[in-house]
């Protein structure tokens, strides 16, 4: 294989458009697969198997997906005016375009219908009875005008500021008496519920729903006594969120994140989207005023804002929902804070979660270690924390007592730079040490350390994991964790974090994978010891699970191992730029994809190391994707997995993704992704999939 396969690549990941010059034929856009990835999103809610609430919810998903995919990606992929560039973007738009008229499609011929079989009605408020309408009315005097800016646009005022996100109602007012004319605007209150429930001429058990947007919409007369109102339209504004800001970590380095924070609110808009019957000359002044191109337009079907499907989970209509599922907590847990360190010392032990659960054993970890009198410090590092996190109470808790307490806190991760700020300034004045990291890096590791003063000395014990230490995210993420205090880890850990907070070149570490420094080596390394092992008759094999691959040096090594003979599973949730069973270059390379009720997040690494036995392979865990941004530009952590029981769980892991013919989806050789059907005789994983396959597993463990 040629020595070069891709180009440089930039800081956001955007490729040079000349980029995949010696093999094209491996290379797919990552773009592209990630609408890929999306579309598969949308899959689960077209899915007849799919219950019907989770399919209004991965129609929400779905939009919310793509929602983030403009405010990240449409501005950074249009700042270059090639031609290339500009094929790839109206590409995009013409892959998108179907996919948006499924949705509307699903949510009026399917999650409509459906749901007043079910006695819920989501309904306009034209679809009203006069009696519904009177009571929408009343709920819009009290409830909602004290919340509405009514604005025009004239020369007198000012073209009004429209916020990220935000729906509209614009339309045009005349005033009678005077004759003249003007367009108006009204913002819809994105702090409120989104569905207005009205109880009038419905039968006990049922429920109505009307959108918020709709009641508005029927009540405007109200906010322009006098005026007539005609040619009503709903628009929603996508703004760019791709805010730089120098990290030189300097006194101001809060202020300045608090200055980017302000300014995204102004950045430019890359997306607006109209409802049904949209004014022509409505959308032509709001497109000349935002000053974007007719591709940058997209008229929808049914709803604007189909997010709002979350609230319906709320329905008591458990019928129409996944099964709950609550996670298990390990019996090593039910003796005190105690246990949990005993547990540890007993041998490594791994956790996945959501199928174990994550209160009671990393949450309960940080706060055992804060109100355990043997404790002497506890360091995390913190990327996405959540809004009310117990990890914060709990550090707080342990640096009021006395102990030493060290956050790593990401404060640009993006969209919570004001929460992390808030809690790093509520860590600090409670005594705590918080730093921001490496300058240039962002922390993206997922690593905790306690430290105990125990009969032998001082004891270190570590948690390393492939997810945020966020309890909410955690019960809809599949993630896994290692619980240890074995030195060749915590040693290693203890440097990282003397690294982290310190001021040195590099951590010391022997058995930690650190992004930017030592990961990739060491990863390229494993992969070409599979190479070796397979051109000197060795066994050799290679699984890696994560959420993308990108990189280009990972890449072209796998495509180097895939012409060496190795075999090679990837299980890769979102996009892929690598092109299995090509010919000549990754005909020895699979792709799947698993998407279901719960979001596949791990990052699991397997080398076979010249083995066929499984237990005898070396396994990874950590915070990495096969990204340029995750192994060159933030702090990553990947730790191997020593322990028996550890590495038969994730084998276990591994080999159930690979058997799933229920959530799963293949990457063909011609870049398109094809849906698994499980045969008629099929059973486990084959048949029920990933998911419900290690519910079932967590529940007979459990019975032990």
């Known amino acids: 294989m040629a020595a070069t396969v891709l180009a440089s690549i930039g800081d956001h990941g955007v490729l040079n458009a000349t980029l995949p010059r010696a093999l094209p034929e491996i290379w797919i856009d990552r773009d592209v697969s990630w609408l890929d990835f999306n579309e598969r999103v949308l899959a689960v809610a077209l899915d007849e198997r799919t219950p019907l609430l989770e399919r209004a919810k991965f129609l929400a998903i779905f939009t919310s997906n ?95 500021f429209i916020s990220n996100l935000s729906t509209s109602l614009a339309f045009r007012l005349r005033d009678i008496a005077k004759g003249e004319s003007m367009f108006a605007r009204v913002k819809i209150p994105g702090v409120l519920k989104q569905w207005v429930s009205l109880t009038a001429d419905i039968e006990p058990g049922q429920k109505l729903l009307v959108p918020l947007s709709e009641v508005v919409r029927g009540n405007l007369h109200k906010l322009y006594s006098g005026m007539e109102i005609s040619d009503v339209t709903l628009v929603r504004v996508t703004r760019d969120a791709e805010v730089d800001v120098d990290d030189d970590f300097s006194a101001d380095f809060r202020a300045q994140v608090k200055e ?165 300034a509520e860590l600090e004045r409670a005594g705590a040490h918080v730093t921001f990291g490496v300058t240039g890096l962002k922390t993206h590791a997922k690593t905790a350390l306690v430290v105990r003063k125990e ?39 203890v440097n990282l974090f003397h690294y982290l907070t310190g001021h040195s070149d590099h951590p010391n570490c022997t058995s930690l994978l650190v992004a930017p420094l030592t990961m990739r080596p060491r990863l390229l390394e494993l992969i070409h010891r599979e190479i070796q092992n397979k051109r000197d008759g060795h066994p050799a094999r290679i699984i890696a699970k994560m959420n993308q691959l990108e ?78 941004r995750n192994l060159s530009k933030r702090i990553e952590v990947v730790t191997p997995v020593f322990a028996e029981d550890p590495k038969q769980r994730l084998w276990e892991i591994l080999d159930i993704c690979l058997r799933d013919r229920r959530l799963a989806w293949v990457l063909g050789p011609d870049g398109n992704y094809v849906q698994l059907h499980p045969d008629e005789a099929a059973s486990g994983p084959e048949r029920v999939g990933t998911h419900q396959t290690l519910m079932d597993l967590a529940l007979e463990l459990a019975e032990i």
């Open 455 to 493: 009969a032998g000395g001082l004891r270190c014990y570590a948690h390393i994991g492939t997810g945020n230490y966020h309890v909410k995210t955690a019960r809809l993420y599949a993630d896994v964790g290692v619980f240890t205090c074995d030195p060749r880890i915590t040693s290693d850990a």
């Open 260 to 424: 980017q924070i302000r300014q995204r609110r102004y950045e430019p808009v890359v997306r607006l989207e109209f409802g049904p019957g949209a004014d022509p000359e409505i959308k032509e002044r709001l497109r000349e005023r935002l000053e974007l191109e007719q591709d940058d337009i997209y008229d929808l079907r049914e709803e604007v804002e189909y997010t709002t499907l979350f609230e319906l989970l709320a329905l008591p209509r458990p019928a129409l929902r996944d099964r709950e599922w609550t996670p298990l907590s390990p019996a090593f847990l039910e003796d005190g804070d105690e246990a949990i360190f005993a547990a540890i010392r007993g041998g490594d032990l791994l956790v996945h979660h959501p199928y174990d659960s994550f209160d009671a054993t990393v949450e309960h970890f940080i706060s055992a270690a804060a109100r355990d009198p043997h404790t002497v410090s506890i360091k995390m590092t913190a990327y996405r924390i959540g809004d009310d996190t117990p990890f914060v109470k709990s550090l707080i808790r342990a640096a009021e007592q006395g102990k030493q307490v060290a956050c790593v806190m990401e404060i640009k991760a993006r969209f919570d730079e004001e929460r992390n700020l808030h809690w790093a």
């Open 66 to 160: 793509l929602d983030e995919f403009f405010m990240k990606r449409q501005s950074v992929l249009g700042q270059e005016a090639s031609d290339a560039q500009r094929a790839l973007l109206t590409q995009l738009r013409e892959k998108l375009l179907p996919m948006l008229e499924r949705q509307a499609e699903c949510y009026r011929k399917t999650i409509i219908p459906r749901l007043a079989e079910q006695g819920v009605f989501l309904r306009s408020w034209s679809e009203l009875t006069s009696e519904q309408q009177e009571e929408g009315g009343r709920y819009f005097d009290s409830q909602l005008s004290p919340a509405l800016t009514p604005l025009v646009i004239d020369p007198v005022h000012p073209f009004p």
């Open 551 to 628: 990189d280009p040096d990972m890449i072209e090594a796998l495509c180097e191992a895939s012409q060496a003979g190795v075999p090679i599973d990837l299980i890769i949730r979102g996009f892929c730029c690598l092109r299995p069973g090509v010919p000549g270059h990754t005909e020895n390379i699979r792709v799947r994809s698993i998407i279901g009720r719960f979001l596949e997040h791990s990052r699991i690494f397997y080398f076979a190391n010249g083995s066929e036995d499984p237990a005898e392979g070396e396994y990874f865990i950590g915070s990495a994707d096969w990204m340029f």
